[in-house]
């Protein structure tokens, strides 16, 4: 088929599903791949599952890997077969090594991290001419780094956690100075890499000696870090987006760790304690107003398809809410909020998969209109 229009409403809509990548986050997103492949409606969709390694070549895989001896689950180098994209940009195709063909109409990247969630994927397929779900190639950058995202927050009139933004010139250049910096943000403080999610990287710091260690781990994922103030007796709150040019809000979560804080192991190793309040337990006026701001910083990157909205929240305060960050590509697995969100405001998750490439295939063609896309 050649890209121009919409597939034919009278087939399945052939949906390539990609996970896995290069990045620190690899393993979460071969979790979320299962559970948005055991959401999908056979008599839908025709379904080809794409893995990349952790070296970033592709896999045309029979069936999702399976965790091996408790780890979490990851795309082997062994696996499946080799595949690419076809080379003609009118061709929506996969090429095996082998030369045989998989005709796709759209693709849902799960990539967590870079090489991913961070426009590079995004880019090749607007240079390919396929559609895919998700934000376009600059939000997609814009909301990996969390640095440029708050930049735009601001000047959108978002209220935002008191940081700094670190280089790690500067820290080998001038470590006094960065050190002072974090000591004028107030302990507690939390340290994380601008360019990760899943909290991969992130370390509570709660006395100055432990700054140093922190940082150094943090550079360790990338050159650019964040320190931000760690905003206490404050509330997790996050708040799923969905659309396009029109987007809406989903009713708010929380977030009850069981750790110290909602980190990695937390999130997708031991939950154990870990409650997700969905939906959060909030003033009618609180509610309104985290729906309004996840909307705002949704349009403040020019995000489309989804987006989770984070934010912190302290009761009884008229400074109360403010805004942590936005993930374009929000987890999917079964412990996930973006997921949960939506089925507690009324869309089942196989409804949500299905809007989500409704979305996608509409902006496609949309462009494709003003000539951005084949």
Sequence with gaps: MTGAGSPDPDRKVRLAVVFGGRSAEHEISVVSAHSVLAALDPDRYDVTTIGIDKLGRWHLLPALPSAVRGALPSVRSDDGTGVALARDPEDRALVTDAGERSEIDVVFPILHGPYGEDGTIQGMLELAGVP?????????????D???????FAAAGLPLVPHEVVKEREWEEDRDGVEARAEAL?????????????????????????????????FSYGPKILIEHGVEAAREIECAVLGNEDPVASLPGEILPGHEFYDYGAKYVDGEGTVLRVPADLPDDVVQEVQRMAVAAFRA????????????YRDGREDGLVLNEINTIPGF??????????????LPY?????????????????????????
């Design 132 to 144: 895919y779900v998700g934000a376009g190639v600059l939000a997609s950058a814009v909301g990996m």
């Design 186 to 218: 107030g302990l507690p403080l939390f340290v994380k890499p601008a360019g990760l999610g899943s909290s991969v990287g992130i370390t509570k710091v709660t006395s100055l000696d432990q700054l140093p260690a922190a940082v150094e781990d943090a």
């Design 301 to 312: 990157i020019d995000a489309e398809g989804m987006a989770r909205v984070d934010f912190f």
């Design 146 to 152: 969390k640095a440029v995202q708050k930049v735009l």
């Design 350 to 374: 196989g409804r949500l998969i299905d809007r989500l490439v409704e979305l996608a295939l509409e902006r496609h063609e949309r462009n494709r209109k003003r000539g951005r896309t084949l």
């Design 333 to 346: 697995t079964e412990v996930s909020m973006y997921p949960k969100l939506w089925e507690v405001s009324g």
